[in-house]
């Protein structure tokens, strides 16, 4: 079946540092892929998609590029900053059985400090 | 906003009840999810709903159950409560049926079992 496998946290950068967070998968089809993220007592929220290989998401300074090849759809940001302390959700959705399936990462949180 | 709405936001009750958590999907979805997120165990898909049909069903157990109403609203029923049930609840929607789109998440419904 389909898995999402993350680092395991939690991260802990100083401001402006460079952020990865790694996210690899194992899927049957032709998964899209996902970045969430999850504020403190918030749902999840939408940061990025990727629907198709090579495809690069990008929202808020964060990217991630679904790469096929190494099954991998990491997470980057160039200049951490405290308000980017969260969890953040790796997560792929694919067709099964006639509908959609989606598979979450366990999480990763990440601690900013200044 | 993601538009989706769960009630109540926090429940506190005991052992063997029964409790009804309520999700109002952003305006145009036809799809709901839940998911049950633990400190143990992540965030775990309980079940879906497209349209008032269930679609799929996760790690959801028999005390459990859900149903989707006409006006697209859905609802989550715990019952015979235990300790281990305690847990933060979430709702999600989609606008269909696509591995395609992304889910939009409630705030949540945190539930305590004293």
């Known amino acids: 079946g389909d898995s999402v496998t993350q680092m395991e946290g939690p991260v802990t950068l100083s401001e402006e540092a460079f952020l990865t967070i790694n996210c690899t998968y194992t899927?049957?089809?032709?998964?899209?892929l996902f970045w969430y993220v999850q504020y403190p007592g918030e749902g999840l929220q939408l940061l990025l998609k990727a629907t198709k290989a090579d495809d690069k998401g990008s929202n808020k300074g964060f990217e991630a590029t679904y790469r096929k090849e190494t099954t991998s759809f990491h997470l980057e940001k160039g200049s951490v900053q405290v308000s980017d302390s969260a969890v953040y959700f790796c997560?792929?959705?694919?067709?099964?059985?006639?509908?959609?399936?989606?598979?979450f990462g366990t999480g990763t949180k990440l601690q900013v400090i200044p | 906003d993601s538009g989706v709405t769960q009630t109540p936001k926090h429940l506190i009750t005991a052992t063997g009840q029964r409790v009804t958590l309520r999700c109002s999907p952003r305006s145009g979805d036809l799809s709901v999810y839940w998911y049950q997120q633990s400190l143990d165990q992540g965030l775990q898909f309980l079940i879906q709903?497209?349209?008032?049909?269930?679609?799929a069903k996760g790690n959801i157990l028999e005390r459990f159950s859900a149903q989707q109403f006409p006006d697209l609203h859905s609802e989550l029923n715990l019952s015979s409560l235990e300790l281990g049930d305690s847990a933060l609840y979430f709702c999600a929607s989609s606008v269909e049926d696509s591995s395609l789109q992304p889910q939009h998440f409630g705030d949540g419904t945190r539930l305590s079992i004293l």
């Open positions: 997560a792929l959705s694919d067709q099964s059985g006639g509908y959609q399936k989606v598979t």
């Open positions: 899927a049957t089809g032709y998964p899209s």
């Open positions: 709903y497209y349209n008032g049909e269930e679609r």
